[in-house]
């Protein structure tokens, strides 16, 4: 990167800003998507090309939150970057490829959902799993061969003491970085309105089956997908979109830097709500966090004092111990059965 396309701002209110996003971003983020990817590895009954979709959003989504520490250190240092080129490249490229593929995922559930709906007897609907994983292939290497270009050219920046490491240039427009930026965003979200469109209409003009609570989860899913897409990508976009057509006046404007880094992170939080998708995808989410839910809050039973012994207790006292392991021996006959019908 050439040194003169990288700008210092006094005080740099980005490496103010940006830290604690990023740290909600990843905690949040690292922990609602580990809890998914355990959920489709230990407790999903059957997989199906829509259960094959989604753990790859997971996947992607996970992936991207492990690189989010680095660029957390990154604004921690007012944005000095600590390692070697090398890293740098791999860091940005993987957060591109992450990102981009969690789009490309989020994009075919809602296509998914889209024919199952829509053209409920369609070929596509009856695939097999390995046509999934040959279509889920097929996306990860069209995925990583638009993103590759991050690995081929140096991102390192150096201004005095300053060495940044930046994915765009904040001095003019950065050809095909900026093209697939937004690509990423302008075609997936017509393919998501579309699909949401015509479910929502299609439902509607089946008033018989509007009523059904399947119908009624499928607009909420189709929904739920729409409304994180938009929220998540439609900032970065716009602050982007603002900037090329403002240079070079907007050219190292504080301003201009803030909106568009912060705008970013909005991006990472795409990872982070994308758990709200799988939770309205299938009924073995709500399931699976339910029974997460009720482990974490079961009580543990403490060890009894025994000062008095059994012929000591009142009559009642008696009763009410004989009635409780009663009542914990059908407890726990009923959580092996809750534990083997999850998985």
């Known amino acids: 990167m050439d040194n003169g396309s990288c700008c210092l701002i006094e005080g740099d209110p980005i490496s103010q800003v940006m830290p604690p996003l990023l740290i909600v971003a990843f905690v949040l983020g690292a922990l609602g998507n580990g809890v998914a990817l355990c959920g489709f590895c230990f407790c999903m009954k059957t997989w199906k090309p829509s259960t094959i979709y989604l753990f790859n959003l997971a996947v992607a ?5 492990i690189c989010l520490p680095f660029r957390t250190d990154y604004y921690w240092r007012q944005r000095q970057w600590a390692f070697e080129d090398i890293p740098c490249r791999v860091a940005l490229f993987m957060l591109a490829m992450n ?7 989020l994009t075919v559930v809602a296509v998914d959902r889209y024919f199952k709906v829509v053209h409920p007897h369609h070929l596509v609907n009856a695939i097999s799993n390995r046509a999934a994983a040959g279509i889920v292939s097929a996306l990860w290497t069209v995925v990583i061969l638009g993103t590759l270009y991050l690995l081929m050219e140096n991102h390192l920046c150096v201004q005095e003491d300053t060495v940044s490491c930046e994915s765009f240039i904040m001095e003019s427009a950065n050809g095909w970085h900026d093209i697939m930026f937004q690509l990423e965003f302008f075609l997936p979200l017509g393919v998501i309105l579309f699909c949401s469109c015509k479910i929502i209409w299609s439902l509607k003009q089946r008033q018989q089956l509007a009523r059904q609570t399947r119908m009624k989860k ?28 403002t240079v070079p006046s907007s050219a190292c404007d504080p301003s201009v830097h803030v909106a568009l880094h912060v705008t970013l992170s909005f991006t990472y939080m795409n990872s982070m709500l ?7 995808s299938s009924p073995s989410f709500p399931k699976f966090y339910t029974k997460l839910k009720m482990r974490s809050l079961r009580p543990k039973n403490p060890g009894r004092s025994k000062t008095q012994r059994p012929e000591e207790m ?10 409780a392991s009663v009542a914990n021996s059908f407890q726990s006959q009923s959580d092996v059965q809750w534990d083997l019908q999850m998985c």
Do not use: H, Q
Not at 221 to 237: G, H, K
């Open 314 to 323: 009142p009559i009642s006292n008696l009763c009410r111990k004989s009635c």
């Open 274 to 280: 994308d758990p709200l998708v799988y939770y309205f």
């Open 61 to 65: 989504d996970f992936l991207l939150m």
């Open 99 to 105: 990102r981009a593929g969690s789009i490309v995922f």
């Open 218 to 245: 499928a607009i909420r899913f189709i929904t739920v997908v729409a409304v994180v897409f938009v929220t998540c990508y439609l900032p970065s976009v716009s602050a982007r979109l603002y900037f090329l057509w």
